[in-house]
């Protein structure tokens, strides 16, 4: 019976099928297959024997019940393995399985083939995913709303600016991505302690070759494992990565509020249900799971970290957490790409409350563009802006319009007719640079992929 969501609600096929257990005992016996034809090379042991080790490294041989056989009398992962693969090769080729390796280069030089995989698909995803933003932010790099600072109204911005700046950080994760990929998915041949000494003077070749043949850098130097702070800063981007679909969702859960309803998820009248009591309910769900779920991804980095310090040339103790916190934070994190893909080629604007969220405050909006004209008229900045607060603040505690109480002042009157004042309340025309800085966005994003 299942009892981890992932098994049965949380997850893709693609990532999971790069982290089962099939999947991992198959990279693990490539590994050894890799150290065979390495060894094989320099006249370690008998080519014939790296061949058929080569040719039985797979699943269809060696098999994970039969692994787990193995392993309920032995009580350790990669010695089953050994003896696994070693007994389905033919003649005496199971003699030379495992020759010079520790069962960490096995464990480590593997998952960095599974970190590939999975960072090639977190990689696709989220271009996908800056694609569509970078869409949305052209669409409506003309679509004014209010922007909000602390919660309250603030200034006019435009969803396009909303759209390109969150394309621009998605955009640095799959550069962090990258950049963690070299030094986390490397090749360790480098037996027990770091040393290779039971491969003699021929170590170091070995290593070379046999990470060359799985298409891996070899690491430089390690001791018995590939230093932690690699798999810490992995987790840590996909904890980065999490926040920004996290950022995403928070403001479109936001911007669903029933009181602003500026936009929000789709909802399908015909079949969906918000609520098991109240009918009316159509709540931001998906938005909800990504936040919710990207907490958990965030709760990996602590112990990523904390694997790291093992004691003098290794111990288990990260051993068990990764087993755990590896596969999930992959599968999690490709999971809520998903969500946030699916959130945004759904997204429902409203344009009407867009509009009058825009004048909820009866122009206060625009006290900015008051004081930046009054200075631009020849009056001092320090004293525009002060009597623009006496204005605002008349305006807000007697709930009148800002225009109102400023065209009743004298002071003001002396620098701005009648009709500037009125343009000047206009919020579509107080929007800045934001569609040039949409468009740089935009121009700057034919280099990215």
Known sequence: MAIHPIEFRYGTPEMRSVWDAENKLQKMLEVEAALAKAEAEINLIPKEAAEEISSKASTKYVTVERVAEIEKETNHDIASIVKALAEVCDGDAGEYVHFGATSNDIIDTSQSLLFKDSIEILK???????????KLADENKNTVCIGRTHGQHALPTTFGMKFALWADEIHRQIERLDECKERLCVGMITGAVGTIAALGDEGLDVHKKASEILGLNPVLISNQVVQRDNHAEFIMDLANTASTLDKIAVEIRNLQRTELKELGEAFDPEK????????????????????GISRVIRAYVVPALENNP???????????????????????????????LKVLNNLVFYPENIEKDLNVTNGLIMAERFMAELTRRGMGRQTAYALVRICSLEANAKNKGLVDVVLAEDEIRKYLSENEIKEIMNPHTYIGSSVKIVDNVLEESKKWF
């Open 310 to 340: 093992l004691w003098h040339e290794r111990d288990l103790t990260n051993s068990s957490c990764e087993r755990i916190i590896l596969p999930e934070a992959c599968i999690l994190t490709d999971y809520i790409i998903i969500l946030t």
């Open 124 to 134: 696709g995803r989220l271009i996908e995913l800056t694609k569509i933003l970078l």
């Open 272 to 291: 969906q249900v918000g609520s098991s009591t109240m009918p009316h309910k159509m709540n931001p769900i998906t938005a909800e799971r990504i936040s």
